[in-house]
């Protein structure tokens, strides 16, 4: 089955403890991307990737890395998350580079204390 | 750079009655602009999508209207039902590999 998932789906930690967020798809798409939701703002892309080891940055990136060492993962890195990282995060991704469907993953929803 | 309101917030319409979501970019080169859906707890999906060639696109009960010359496209709803309630974002590529989403209208169908 064509799908993206993530894990964790659901993750509480504590303020400066690095954590990662996987991301993989099973399409070969080229396009990578992470979002984030939260209320009344809509969905705010952190980072996006056209392809391995080409990764830039969103509009919301400070605090966030991300790596693209295989076409098919896309991980998120908080190397020292805050509560204002409190969030759910989608990873998406898309066929081609040229703008498209995006396919989104089920979400995580990240809670920092 | 690209920026993308999305009116209005909150929508309720009685089922049976048609809805209408509208987002205005600011960016004339933008030429892609899809609609995805949310529903409660779930993730979005696209529902529909238009090029900027085309000035209307119809998928069953769904359409999307784009007017180019104002900026804006519009999601239309015909013969709502309640699986309709869900959460509508609009979305606008800006330059080739960045999208800005709308900040989202809640639909509420009412039975």
């Known amino acids: 089955e064509a799908q993206v998932t993530q894990n964790p789906r659901y993750l509480i930690t504590v303020t400066g403890k690095k954590l990662t967020v996987t991301c993989s798809q099973n399409m070969n798409h080229e396009y990578m991307s992470w979002y984030r939701q939260d209320p009344g703002l809509g969905l705010r892309q952190i980072y996006y990737?056209?392809?391995?080891?080409?990764?830039d940055k969103g509009d919301v990136p400070e605090g966030y890395k991300v790596s693209r060492k295989e076409k098919r993962n896309f991980p998120l890195i908080l190397e020292s998350p805050s509560p204002n990282q409190t969030s759910l995060y989608f990873c998406?991704?898309?066929?081609?580079?040229?703008?498209?469907?995006?396919?989104f993953g089920p979400g995580t929803r990240l809670t920092v204390l | 750079g690209e920026n993308v309101e999305q009116h209005p917030s909150t929508l309720s319409v009685q089922e049976g009655d048609s809805a209408v979501i509208k987002c205005t970019y600011s960016?004339?080169?933008?030429?892609?602009f899809p609609w995805y859906k949310q529903e409660l707890g779930k993730r979005p999906q696209l529902i529909i999508d238009i090029r900027s060639n085309v000035g209307e696109k119809k998928d069953q009960r769904i359409a999307v209207t784009l007017n180019k010359t104002a900026k804006h496209f519009s999601l239309h709803i015909t013969e709502t039902q309640p699986e309709d309630s869900a959460v509508y974002f609009c979305a606008v590529p800006r330059g080739t590999y960045k999208y800005i989403f709308g900040t989202g209208t809640r639909l509420k169908v009412l039975a």
């Open positions: 990737s056209m392809n391995v080891e080409v990764t």
């Open positions: 998406a991704s898309s066929l081609t580079t040229t703008p498209d469907t995006q396919y």
């Open positions: 960016d004339s080169a933008s030429n892609y």
